[in-house]
Nanobody
Framework: VQLQASGGGLVQAGGSLRLSCAASGSTTLTYAMGWFRQAPGKDREAVASIVGSGAITGYAVSVKGRFTISRDNAKNTVYLQMSNLKPEDTAVYYC????????????WGQGTQVTVSS
């Protein structure tokens, strides 16, 4: 599976961005799709995840209510709508996927930079 993330950029605090991650390859390997982020000097953290048809989603406490994850299975693409962005959301955002039989995410995209100015 190859993942191509896009949509990052520079935005002012309170603004919005929409990230996209298009997956190529078997849809079996994209059963679960997730977004992660890593800020300078910090560990990578999970942001949001979506499973199967999209009925099951999960969010980090820090983004719940501000970010929405969704997927278009016909396009094998996952999205992250980010609203009310804060400077602490600044990070490189990565998408990742795994099959239903995998415990951890196996396939990772190249990352897209999100910078939120105060």
């Amino acid at each position: 599976v190859q993942l191509q993330a896009s949509g990052g950029g520079l935005v002012q605090a309170g603004g919005s961005l929409r990230l996209s991650c298009a997956a190529s390859g078997s849809t079996t390997l994209t059963y679960a799709m997730g977004w992660f982020r890593q800020a300078p000097g910090k560990d990578r953290e999970a942001v949001a995840s979506i499973v199967g048809s999209g009925a099951i989603t999960g969010y980090a406490v820090s983004v719940k209510g501000r970010f929405t994850i969704s997927r278009d299975n016909a396009k094998n693409t996952v999205y992250l709508q980010m609203s009310n962005l804060k400077p602490e959301d600044t990070a490189v955002y990565y998408c990742a996927t795994r099959a239903s039989y995998d415990v951890n995410y196996v396939y990772w995209g190249q990352g897209t930079q999100v910078t939120v100015s105060s």
